[in-house]
C-alpha cells in the first residue's frame, strides 16, 4: 500500500505502510540494520532497492 506521494527536493518519493509485520521479522531487520550501521527504515529502504534491482536483472538495451 502506497498511501501517499511526498516531494522532496526536485524528485517524488513514496511513503508505504507496511501492516501486520510479524515481530520476529521486525526483530531481525532491526538486528540487521544495527549490522549494517544505519536505522531501521534505511535498512528497509536498502532490502526494497535490491528486491527491485536484482544484479541479473536484464536491462533494456542489453539485447541491441
Known amino acids: 500500500m502506497i ?3 511526498a516531494k522532496t527536493g526536485n524528485y517524488q ?3 508505504v505502510n507496511v501492516r501486520n509485520l510479524p515481530d520476529e521479522v521486525h526483530r531481525a531487520i532491526r538486528i540487521q540494520a ?3 550501521g ?3 527504515e ?3 529502504r536498502d532490502i526494497l ?3 527491485a534491482r536484482p544484479e541479473g536483472r536484464v536491462k533494456l538495451g542489453s539485447f541491441l
Open 13 to 15: 518519493v513514496a511513503n
Open 49 to 51: 532497492e535490491r528486491a
Open 34 to 36: 544495527a549490522l549494517h
Open 3 to 5: 498511501p501517499l506521494m
Open 38 to 40: 544505519r536505522s531501521t
Open 42 to 44: 534505511a535498512e528497509i
